[in-house]
C-alpha cells in the first residue's frame, strides 16, 4: 500500500513536471512570434522620426560646442557609396580608418543620417562588439524587411579594431547581398583589419584646407563671433592657417578654432593681425 501511494505521488509530480513543460514551450513559441513579426535589430536602429534636431544624434554637438555637418564631404561619399553598379555586390562595405579624435564618431552619425534622407534603413552599432549579439539570420531578416519597403539596408559599425574576430564579420563583408556595410576604427599597427573591399585612407577624415567644407567652418566661426570688426577675411586666413597647422585633424583644429574665436581672445587676435 505505501509503495502504491509513492508511485501515485510521483505519477502526480511526474504529471506536473509535463504540464510545466509544456507551459513554457507555448510561452517560448509566442516569443518567437512575436520577435519574428517585430522589426529585427530595434536595439540599433536610427529613429529620426521622434527628434528632427541634431540634438538626438549628436548630444554633445560634435567637438566641443561646434558641430560641422560637412555636407559636401558625406553627399560626395553617400553618391559613390549608393552607386547602383555596386548596391547589389557583396563587395559594397566601405571602412574609414582614422586618428583617435578625429571625428569619426560623429562623421558616421553624419552619414548615417544622410543616407537615411536616400531612402535607406540604418542600422548603427557604436561599438563591434555588439555585432556579437546578431546572427546572420537577423542580419538576412533585416535586409528582407527594408528591400519589402523599398529601401537598402546599411549596418554602420563604430570602433571597428575592438572586435576584429566577429564571427559574423566574414559573412558581412563577403557573402551577404543587397546590403551596405560601413565601418570606423583605429589603424592597426599590425595591418589587421576585417575585410573590407574599400578601405578609405586615413587622410580623407582631415579637413583639407581646400576642401568645399571650408565655407562651411567659416560661415560657423562667422557666427560664433560676437565682434563685428573681425571680417569674413580674416576668419578665413585664420582657418585656413589653422587647418595647415593641425595637419585637418579635427579635434585640434575645432578647439583652437573655438578658443581664438572665444569673447575674451577676439580684440587681442585682432590687433595682433592688423
Not at 187 to 198: T, Y
Request: glycine content about 4%; aromatic content about 10%; some cysteine.
Amino acid at each position: 500500500i505505501a509503495l502504491r501511494k509513492d508511485k501515485d505521488r510521483l505519477g502526480e509530480k511526474q504529471n506536473n513536471l509535463i504540464q510545466k513543460q509544456s507551459n513554457l514551450i507555448q510561452k517560448q513559441n509566442a516569443l518567437i512570434n512575436t520577435q519574428s513579426n517585430s522589426e529585427p535589430l530595434p536595439r540599433f536602429k536610427y529613429d529620426l522620426k521622434e527628434d528632427n534636431n541634431d540634438k538626438y544624434l549628436f548630444p554633445y554637438n560634435g567637438i566641443g560646442k561646434i558641430l560641422l555637418k560637412r555636407e559636401a564631404f558625406v553627399n560626395k561619399l553617400c553618391d559613390e557609396i549608393l552607386d547602383p553598379s555596386k548596391v547589389e555586390e557583396v563587395s559594397c562595405n566601405h571602412y574609414f580608418r582614422s586618428a583617435r579624435g578625429n571625428g569619426k564618431t560623429t562623421f558616421l552619425k553624419l552619414l548615417g543620417k544622410e543616407l537615411e534622407n536616400r531612402n535607406c534603413e540604418v542600422y548603427f552599432f557604436e561599438h563591434a562588439k555588439f555585432l556579437d549579439d546578431c546572427t546572420n539570420e537577423v542580419f538576412e531578416q533585416a535586409r528582407d524587411e527594408a528591400m519589402k519597403k523599398g529601401k537598402t539596408l546599411v549596418i554602420m559599425v563604430d570602433e571597428v579594431h575592438r572586435n576584429l574576430d566577429a564571427a559574423n564579420w566574414l559573412y558581412l563583408l563577403k557573402q551577404i547581398k543587397n546590403i551596405i556595410v560601413i565601418g570606423a576604427g583605429i589603424p592597426q599597427l599590425d595591418g589587421n583589419s576585417p575585410q573590407f573591399m574599400n578601405k578609405h585612407s586615413p587622410s580623407e577624415m582631415y579637413f583639407n584646407h581646400q576642401s568645399k567644407d571650408m565655407e562651411e567652418l567659416i560661415e560657423v566661426f562667422m557666427k560664433e563671433t560676437n565682434n563685428k570688426n573681425i571680417s569674413h577675411e580674416l576668419i578665413s586666413k585664420i582657418c585656413h592657417y589653422l587647418c595647415e597647422y593641425t595637419g585637418g585633424h579635427m579635434y585640434p583644429l575645432l578647439k583652437f578654432c573655438e578658443h581664438i574665436f572665444h569673447e575674451n581672445q577676439q580684440e587681442q587676435l585682432n590687433n595682433y593681425l592688423s
